[in-house]
């Protein structure tokens, strides 16, 4: 065997790494904004306030006509709910359920029609639950028609709507 040199296998260390420069920055502060001063900033605010505060007036106390428009939707409502309550306790039988049905499709489709464009009711209560059982009763007799009974799950459901309703006006809401 041959014998290696002894400088060979003498490992040699490795050469230190290049030296990198340092790049110092200067410390430099984000630009300065406009600072409100305290006063400024609390009289900004209070004026705002105000302004919120009357324009929103109209809302927090109803107008005498506002109050006429919700007398009126308490009527129109109530008077609905009592022609969907006597259809649906019609006999199938009765001669005068058809007639009966095209009136409560003239009547449903006039109380959604005035009333669905108020922003002012979308967010109540009693016209959320009327809408509801409106549309269930109308889309019962446009897809099996005006003399097809409604089944007695969609019944019970539509006569808790219109309840809820009823209770939600006696309420204002």
Known sequence: MASASPTATLLKPNPPPPHKPTIITASVSPPRRHTLPRRDFISLTAAASTLIIT????????????????????KDTSAVISKVRTTLSMERTDPNVADTVAELREASNSWVAKYRKEKA??????FRDMYAALNAVSGHYVSFGPTAPIPAKRKARILEEMETAEKALSRGR
């Open 55 to 74: 324009q929103s007036i109209q809302f927090i106390a109803p107008s005498p006509a506002s109050a006429a428009e919700d007398e009126e939707y308490v």
């Open 121 to 126: 009711l979308l967010g109540k209560a009693s």
